[in-house]
């Protein structure tokens, strides 16, 4: 039996082979729906909040500042600064009279007692009802602390999502350009996009490292202010995730020339393939003797251990659903891969180019979906009777609900997933998922007598 879909998000759903593609995307949620997008604050929160060595304050109700605390599971090599979420708590005698003293003074307080090298302030709803000057505020208190203090413009009735990734590379476009590139090698990159969940960002830079290119800046992963401030010198900018950090690539390759490359390092495929897309730009055959060796020795360790897990997925049924489309591709090519078949694709922010691929990629009979809400996610996972389902914070109610096998590729996971290592453990995750007697019980596999 098909899902019932309310009739305003027809055309935001493709079944593929029963009608010639056609998808809407890139609009408002549909009010009511309960969509499973973020706000525009926290879509900024969550590109900035890696930056481990700078203050991060949200002017606003703390309940915006305890929604986002702590918001991905962003790994530090050195300062933590970021972990602490920091509030000005605005109650009701300020929405009357204003915010703007008690942001200077919770500014001026947090700079003296941390000494950090820059700070952001995020603005929510609230502080755009209000008005209160966050401009104005930052600039007086740059002067007098000395350091980058940046407003984030990120009220959250103003969009969605992605308008936070928009304010969040604004914010970071002012620090850009600040530096010394003094010494910078030809051969340099910046990783933009990566936040370093679980550690994944020290895997790709000792690629690079043995490719023998230079990282500048992480961006924002394990990031620091210096760093990003020079990482105009960089030769070339590398976007993962390129809904978050698409916008500060552009700002850059527009003002300074520096042009970029998509890439991701999801699945064996695409890290292959983005670590000679690399090579290949740098035009050095010598780097690409060390990239395509770096590929062979990774794989020769891999693929004995995959077969295990090949044979046992065999034909087991997945369900992706995603923040950024970009990830989903690589998702559908690692399940692939393991012999699985993908049976529901979707995302919050695709684009229409975005969703053509995922049709052009995937099986008849997949379910393409963009900006989706739990009901429907419900019904999509029973009706395609899937064994594992995909995706972030959010989603994994509804699979545990459902007694669905579910897999965190966003903010909280522990285990690195990226990278040739990252794949052999997101299948070692996925085997164990699947496998678990534990479905043979619950209610929508004990009357058929178990799948497991």
């Not at 309310?6 to 890139?26: L, S, T, V, W, Y």
């Not at 929405?95 to 603005?123: C, M, N, Q, W």
């Not at 590929?295 to 897990?309: A, G, N």
């Amino acid at each position: 039996m098909k899902t019932a879909i309310f009739e305003e998000r027809q055309d935001q759903i493709h079944r593929k082979g029963e009608a010639p593609f056609q998808m809407d995307c890139n609009r408002e949620s549909l009010a009511g729906a309960v969509s499973q997008r973020a706000c525009v604050f926290c879509g900024a929160r969550v590109v900035l909040y890696p930056i481990a060595d700078a203050l991060h304050l949200v002017h606003g109700p703390i309940g915006c500042a305890a929604y986002t605390w702590d918001i991905r599971g962003a790994l530090s090599s050195g300062p933590a600064l970021h972990r602490l979420s920091f509030s000005t708590d605005l109650q009701e005698m300020d929405v009357i009279f204003g915010g703007e003293s008690k942001l200077y003074r919770a500014l001026t307080e947090l700079i003296d007692r941390y000494h950090p090298k820059a700070a952001f302030v995020y603005s929510t709803c609230i502080v755009g009802i209000i008005g209160d000057d966050l401009e104005g505020v930052c600039k007086k208190v740059s002067r007098e602390k000395s350091i980058p203090v940046l407003p984030v413009q990120a009220e959250g009735f103003t969009g969605n999502k992605r308008a936070g990734y928009n304010a969040a590379c604004q914010a970071m476009f002012r620090l850009v350009g600040t530096g010394d590139t003094t010494g910078i090698s030809r051969q340099s990159l910046n990783i933009l996009g990566d936040f370093n969940l679980a550690g994944e960002i020290w895997i790709i830079r000792d690629y690079f490292k043995r490719m023998g290119i230079e990282v500048v800046a992480n961006i924002t992963g394990d990031g620091r202010v210096d760093d990003i401030r020079r990482a105009h010198g960089a030769a070339l900018n590398v976007v993962q995730c390129s809904g978050a950090t698409m916008d500060l690539a552009k700002m850059m390759e527009e003002k300074y020339g520096t042009p970029h490359l998509r890439v991701s390092y999801f699945g064996v495929e695409d890290m292959a393939e983005s670590l000679y897309d690399v090579a290949r730009f740098f035009k050095d055959p010598e780097m690409m003797a060390r990239t395509k060796e770096l590929v062979r020795e990774e794989l020769s360790v891999l693929y004995p251990q995959l077969r295990e897990y090949q044979a046992a997925l065999a034909g087991k049924k997945a369900a992706i659903y995603v923040g950024g489309a970009f990830k989903a591709f690589s998702l559908v090519k690692a399940f692939r891969l393991l012999g699985m078949q993908v049976v529901l694709v979707g995302s919050q922010t695709g684009t229409q180019a975005d969703y053509q691929e995922l049709h052009d990629i995937t099986d008849e009979g997949t379910i393409i979906v963009d900006d989706s809400n739990p009901l429907e996610l419900s019904s999509f996972l029973k009706e395609q009777d899937v064994d594992i389902f995909v995706g972030g914070v959010k989603e994994r109610p509804i699979a545990f609900k459902l007694g669905v096998g579910f897999c965190d590729h966003n903010h909280e996971r522990k285990e690195a997933l990226e990278g040739f290592v990252g794949m052999l453990n997101f299948a070692r995750e996925v085997y164990n998922t699947v496998m678990s007697p534990v479905w043979r019980f619950v209610p929508r596999r004990s009357g058929a007598g178990g799948k497991g």
